[in-house]
């Protein structure tokens, strides 16, 4: 398998840190990497370029622009590791580039596969039976012709406005009547879909441009096409919060609506478009300063994931059922009685969301709960939770949500969510203007006697019911009053601004979560210095922090063995002698999104061992998590859940070898080769249950093999 293009640092620096840009072109690298992987099934494959399609979609749509902001406003703020705002967009461009070609020959070599499987996609002028032709045209002139608009490019003709990843057809045409040179534009709608499938049983699918330009004749009869090409825009989809907005509800709607207009950061032309058409198109949409890019192949790869949806089974991951926690049906589906018997962890996707759903509809049913309060960061279109919040409100109870509107391309979303909660009488909230509130918190407070007893639930992924079938995360239910009264004390600290003065079990950023774990790191260097074992697992999606980076650099001069597992970016530059020899940094991309935050030490012990301090968080190791975020972190202290999280999860995340890449010294990435005998994480938590879930009725009929990193030394 091919290793990815190192990630050049500047010697100014001393190369202490990778470039946070070119990481995660990196990391979409190891996503492309999987399309071509022979261990997938076709469609699969196809659905990881798709995936690599969006990612780099999204990367020029908010880090680029904000790069690009920078140098037309003559910004010359460096990076960490040094660079420019200009030499950051010039490495940027050549590295996409290289990726997109990349992209295209992924495309051809799927193209060519999926044939041979029986689902071909249709050019423009390929031959095909009459029967077809027919239908294609019928087609065209009953679902397309109507909405399709051509517009003359003229003075008389202002430039039309092209949204935010629309695709166009150029059309340079010559009228016969007259041999007059005539120019055309058809903005192609994105609520047509991208591709057309053929009736029939077999899958013979059709993009809208090729059957566009199948039937020029019908669209323009009287003109001849001397020349046609497709070309697709990319625009600056970053939203800044202005400290001074009065009403942030209506400041989002409307930049929202600004968004949609935003300028154009990247100009995707087809490399057949000449020279001086390109130059014309590019002045008249006001795209000077964009990055243009001449598309040789399929342009817009995001839009394959269409053909995913074709039905062949065969062709896709076998399907998942997701098991639902034992513990909860040995209550009798009673979530609240399982947790004050014990705290209870679940381990997305391999046990059920459901359960998360479960825990609040049973508090909107209860007569005995008396208030719930939710945060929101991403809950989906079809949300479960937003329909429970909405029951509960509507049943009597207290219900608070806090509703982030700055969680990027769901703001629109939340807006609507919001406006249906207060409708229902939930007391909406939306938090500070200057910070997200990303920390994913639930509690529950209900009357059990003459008391009141408070159930919560922390998560290290959002409240969203699909992504929580494809991101592996933690939910962790607690009825320890502690844990109830610190999140009672987030939550007044989102809603009015009150500053926490001590906290039992939480830390929170931007208050004190760095700070708390520069603490951490300085006891296992205190471990190393009196001679016993020190060691720090951490497992996290991004590591920027240099105020971080240079702690744990500290660590490793200090004998401290650092394993971590960073899904995406990575700042932090292992393996280097006398700076960074004790650390290493391992990436998995596989079937599911890595997504849960878990850390561990230690604590004067080789991991794992119980007495090692385990905690899961909502955050990663970012300067935007620790300084401008609503983050927390929470100790795993319960001996089956800390032996869950930190004995089987974090130990089969260091064992996998068959998903997994090592970063290197310079930057680039080592697919692990099995040397024996193979692990892969994924197809272990779907045929194992888990240690704390699975229940004591089933504890003994279901032996959990026991995992031990002797296994891959």
Same mark, same amino acid.
């Given at each position: 398998?091919?290793?990815?293009d190192?990630?050049?640092?500047?010697?100014?620096?001393?190369?202490?840190?990778?470039?946070?840009e070119?990481?995660?072109?990196n990391?979409?690298?190891?996503?492309?990497e999987?399309?071509?992987?022979?261990?997938?099934?076709?469609?699969?494959?196809?659905?990881?370029?798709?995936?690599?399609?969006n990612?780099?979609?999204?990367?020029?749509?908010? &880090?680029?622009?904000?790069?690009?902001?920078?140098?037309?406003?003559?910004?010359e703020?460096?990076?960490?590791d040094?660079?420019?705002?200009?030499?950051?967009?010039?490495?940027?461009?050549? &590295?996409?580039d290289?990726?997109?070609?990349?992209q295209?020959?992924?495309?051809?070599?799927?193209r060519?596969?999926?044939?041979?499987?029986g689902i071909?996609?249709?050019?423009?002028?390929?031959?095909?039976d009459?029967?077809?032709?027919?239908?294609m045209r019928?087609?065209?002139?009953?679902?397309?012709?109507?909405?399709? @608009?051509?517009?003359?490019?003229?003075p008389?003709?202002?430039?039309?406005?092209?949204?935010?990843?629309?695709l166009?057809?150029?059309?340079d045409?010559?009228?016969?009547s007259?041999?007059?040179?005539?120019q055309?534009?058809v903005?192609?709608?994105?609520?047509?879909?991208?591709?057309?499938r053929l009736?029939?049983?077999?899958?013979r699918?059709?993009?809208?441009?090729?059957?566009?330009?199948?039937?020029?004749?019908?669209?323009?009869?009287?003109f001849?096409?001397? =020349?046609?090409?497709?070309?697709?825009?990319?625009?600056?989809?970053d939203?800044?919060?202005?400290? !001074?907005?009065?009403?942030?509800?209506?400041?989002?709607?409307s930049a929202?609506?600004?968004?949609?207009r935003?300028?154009?950061?990247?100009?995707e032309?087809?490399?057949?478009v000449?020279?001086?058409?390109?130059?014309?198109?590019q002045?008249?949409?006001?795209g000077?300063e964009?990055?243009?890019?001449?598309?040789?192949?399929?342009?817009?790869?995001?839009?394959?994931?269409?053909l995913?949806?074709?039905? &062949?089974?065969?062709?896709?991951?076998?399907?998942?059922?997701?098991?639902f926690?034992? &513990?909860?049906?040995?209550?009798?589906g009673?979530?609240?009685?399982?947790?004050?018997?014990?705290?209870? *962890?679940?381990h997305?996707?391999?046990?059920? %969301?459901?359960?998360?759903?479960?825990?609040?509809?049973q508090a909107?049913?209860?007569?005995?709960?008396?208030?719930?309060?939710?945060t929101?960061?991403?809950?989906?279109?079809?949300s479960?939770?937003?329909?429970?919040l909405?029951?509960?409100?509507?049943?009597?109870?207290?219900?608070?949500?806090?509703?982030?509107l700055?969680?990027? %391309?769901? !703001?629109?979303?939340?807006?609507?969510?919001a406006?249906q909660?207060e409708?229902?009488g939930?007391?909406?909230?939306?938090? %500070?203007?200057?910070?997200k @509130?990303h920390?994913?918190?639930?509690?529950? *407070?209900?009357r059990?006697?003459?008391?009141?007893?408070?159930?919560?639930?922390?998560?290290?992924?959002?409240?969203?019911?699909?992504?929580?079938?494809?991101?592996?995360d933690?939910?962790f239910?607690?009825a320890?009053?502690r844990?109830g009264?610190d999140?009672?004390?987030?939550f007044?600290?989102?809603t009015?601004y009150?500053?926490?003065?001590s906290? !039992?079990?939480?830390?929170?950023?931007?208050?004190?979560?760095r700070?708390?774990l520069?603490?951490?790191i300085d006891?296992?260097?205190?471990?190393?210095r009196?001679?016993?074992?020190?060691s720090?697992?951490?497992?996290?999606?991004?590591? *920027?922090?240099?105020?971080?980076?240079?702690?744990?650099y500290?660590?490793?001069?200090?004998?401290v063995?650092? =394993?971590?597992? *960073?899904?995406?970016i990575?700042?932090?530059?292992?393996?280097?002698?006398?700076?960074?020899d004790?650390?290493s940094?391992?990436?998995?991309?596989?079937?599911?999104?890595?997504?849960?935050?878990?850390?561990?030490?230690?604590?004067?012990?080789?991991?794992p061992?119980?007495k090692?301090k385990? %905690?899961?968080s909502?955050?990663?190791?970012?300067?935007r998590?620790?300084?401008?975020?609503?983050?927390?972190?929470l100790?795993?202290q319960t001996?089956?859940v800390h032996?869950?999280?930190?004995?089987?999860v974090?130990?089969?995340?260091?064992?996998?070898?068959?998903q997994?890449?090592?970063?290197?010294s310079d930057?680039?990435?080592?697919?692990l080769k099995?040397d024996?005998?193979?692990f892969?994480?994924?197809?272990?938590?779907?045929t194992?249950?888990?240690?704390?879930?699975?229940?004591?009725?089933r504890?003994?009929a279901?032996?959990?093999?026991?995992?031990?990193?002797?296994?891959r030394?």
């Amino acid at each position: 398998m091919a290793e990815a293009d190192p990630i050049q640092s500047i010697a100014g620096t001393g190369g202490r840190y990778f470039n946070r840009e070119l990481s995660w072109l990196n990391f979409n690298q190891r996503v492309l990497e999987e399309a071509s992987n022979p261990a997938h099934p076709l469609l699969e494959r196809l659905r990881f370029l798709s995936i690599s399609g969006n990612n780099l979609d999204e990367f020029f749509m908010v &880090r680029v622009a904000g790069l690009k902001g920078q140098q037309l406003q003559g910004v010359e703020l460096r990076s960490v590791d040094g660079l420019t705002p200009a030499q950051q967009l010039d490495a940027i461009g050549a &590295r996409a580039d290289a990726l997109m070609s990349e992209q295209q020959a992924g495309w051809h070599a799927l193209r060519d596969l999926l044939r041979g499987a029986g689902i071909t996609v249709i050019g423009s002028t390929e031959a095909v039976d009459a029967r077809a032709d027919a239908w294609m045209r019928e087609h065209f002139l009953e679902q397309i012709f109507p909405i399709i @608009t051509p517009q003359a490019l003229d003075p008389a003709h202002p430039f039309p406005f092209i949204p935010n990843k629309g695709l166009s057809l150029f059309f340079d045409l010559l009228r016969d009547s007259d041999k007059q040179v005539v120019q055309e534009l058809v903005i192609l709608p994105a609520t047509l879909p991208r591709f057309i499938r053929l009736p029939g049983k077999s899958a013979r699918y059709i993009a809208i441009e090729s059957l566009v330009r199948r039937f020029t004749d019908l669209l323009f009869p009287g003109f001849t096409v001397r =020349e046609s090409g497709l070309f697709r825009i990319l625009r600056d989809s970053d939203i800044e919060i202005e400290e !001074e907005a009065e009403d942030l509800v209506r400041y989002y709607r409307s930049a929202i609506k600004q968004r949609r207009r935003g300028r154009i950061i990247r100009l995707e032309m087809e490399s057949r478009v000449a020279e001086p058409v390109e130059d014309m198109l590019q002045t008249m949409m006001q795209g000077d300063e964009a990055m243009v890019v001449d598309i040789d192949g399929f342009m817009g790869i995001t839009d394959l994931a269409e053909l995913v949806e074709e039905d &062949r089974p065969d062709l896709k991951f076998t399907a998942y059922v997701p098991r639902f926690p034992e &513990r909860i049906r040995e209550y009798g589906g009673d979530c609240f009685a399982a947790i004050k018997a014990k705290d209870i *962890v679940v381990h997305h996707p391999y046990e059920s %969301f459901d359960v998360v759903i479960a825990f609040l509809k049973q508090a909107a049913a209860d007569p005995d709960v008396v208030a719930i309060k939710q945060t929101l960061y991403r809950a989906g279109k079809q949300s479960a939770i937003i329909r429970a919040l909405i029951d509960a409100a509507e049943a009597g109870k207290s219900v608070t949500a806090v509703v982030e509107l700055k969680a990027r %391309f769901d !703001e629109e979303q939340n807006l609507l969510w919001a406006s249906q909660l207060e409708r229902a009488g939930v007391q909406v909230v939306y938090g %500070f203007i200057e910070w997200k @509130t990303h920390a994913k918190i639930s509690m529950v *407070v209900r009357r059990e006697g003459d008391a009141f007893r408070t159930y919560c639930h922390f998560g290290t992924g959002n409240y969203h019911p699909i992504t929580a079938r494809i991101y592996t995360d933690l939910s962790f239910f607690t009825a320890d009053p502690r844990a109830g009264r610190d999140a009672a004390a987030v939550f007044n600290y989102i809603t009015g601004y009150v500053e926490p003065q001590s906290m !039992e079990l939480l830390t929170l950023s931007p208050l004190h979560l760095r700070d708390r774990l520069v603490a951490l790191i300085d006891a296992e260097i205190a471990h190393a210095r009196d001679g016993r074992p020190a060691s720090l697992w951490a497992k996290m999606n991004s590591l *920027v922090d240099p105020a971080i980076i240079e702690k744990l650099y500290a660590a490793s001069n200090a004998g401290v063995k650092i =394993e971590l597992i *960073v899904r995406g970016i990575c700042c932090l530059r292992p393996g280097v002698p006398g700076m960074s020899d004790n650390i290493s940094v391992k990436s998995i991309v596989g079937r599911f999104l890595e997504h849960s935050r878990i850390w561990a030490f230690g604590n004067g012990e080789a991991l794992p061992n119980s007495k090692a301090k385990v %905690f899961i968080s909502s955050a990663d190791w970012m300067p935007r998590n620790f300084d401008r975020r609503v983050e927390y972190m929470l100790p795993i202290q319960t001996p089956t859940v800390h032996d869950q999280v930190l004995d089987q999860v974090l130990v089969a995340n260091l064992l996998d070898n068959e998903q997994s890449w090592e970063l290197q010294s310079d930057g680039s990435y080592v697919r692990l080769k099995p040397d024996g005998k193979t692990f892969n994480l994924h197809h272990y938590f779907m045929t194992n249950p888990s240690l704390s879930g699975r229940g004591a009725a089933r504890r003994k009929a279901e032996a959990v093999p026991k995992l031990s990193l002797r296994a891959r030394d």
